[in-house]
């Protein structure tokens, strides 16, 4: 089974803090995705990564970075930390192509992190 | 861009009865798929069921079967016999053709009855 692990479940920060999520998958996934989910708005892409090093803005880049030093790990970072940051944020990986070659690579996600920024 | 969208925030049913979840979309593209996600409470998300858009079959996963209408850009969710355990967020999401990312939903919040 595929497995897709945040570091924590619940965080709770002050304005200003740098914060890092981690995320960590062992299936060794090419693509790795970090989304926001806020109530009414779904699921936001910030960022993605195709590769080591290799990283993609998303729909909602702005107050975020990224690192993927490791092909299993993708850390988001918040370089200083707002309280319209406070948001439920999911990692995801997949498959760059699926193993029969169709096309379709199923997203599989983490548990989540909620954050909340005082 | 592409978007996807769920008019219904909540929804809720007896237990053993059906229920539809509603999903519409915009796209210019011919080809791309179509997923929906269950979020159930405090766990992780996970795919239910999936469409290409080249097939004109409507997908079926055991209870769940969706009704694609291409032209009319609609992907609804059809529950059958519905169980507590199937109590969740439901997201509904666009992937085209190449992409690697997913366009979801705002999400339907399914309860069940007892």
């Known amino acids: 089974d595929v497995k897709v692990t945040q570091s924590s479940r619940y965080l709770v920060k002050r304005t200003g803090e740098k914060v890092f999520l981690e995320c960590v998958q062992d299936m060794d996934h090419e693509n790795m995705f970090w989304y926001r989910q806020d109530p009414g708005l779904g699921l936001r892409l910030i960022y993605f990564?195709?590769?080591?090093?290799?990283?993609e803005k998303g729909d909602i880049p702005e107050g975020y970075s990224v690192s993927r030093e490791k092909k299993e790990r993708f850390s988001l970072i918040l370089e200083s930390a707002s309280t319209n940051q406070t948001s439920m944020y999911l990692c995801?990986?997949?498959?760059?192509?699926?193993?029969?070659?169709?096309?379709?690579?199923?997203?599989?996600f983490g548990p989540g992190t909620r954050l909340t920024v005082l | 861009a592409q978007t996807v969208t769920q008019s219904q925030p909540e929804m809720s049913v007896q237990e053993a009865e059906t229920v539809t979840l509603s999903c519409t979309y915009d796209t210019s593209e011919s080809d791309y798929y179509l997923f929906w996600y269950k979020q159930p409470p405090s766990r992780q998300m996970i795919l239910v069921i999936r469409?290409?858009?080249?097939?004109?079959q409507n997908a079926t996963e055991n209870r769940f079967s969706v009704n694609f209408q291409k032209a009319a850009k609609s992907f609804s969710l059809k529950i059958s016999d519905s169980q507590l355990g199937d109590a969740a967020m439901y997201f509904c999401?666009?992937?085209?053709?190449?992409?690697?990312?997913?366009?979801f939903g705002q999400g339907t919040r399914l309860t069940i009855n007892p």
């Open positions: 999401a666009y992937r085209r053709q190449g992409a690697q990312k997913l366009v």
């Open positions: 990564s195709y590769d080591v090093k290799m990283k």
């Open positions: 995801a990986s997949s498959l760059a192509r699926s193993s029969s070659g169709v096309g379709y690579n199923e997203q599989f």
């Open positions: 469409q290409e858009a080249y097939k004109q």
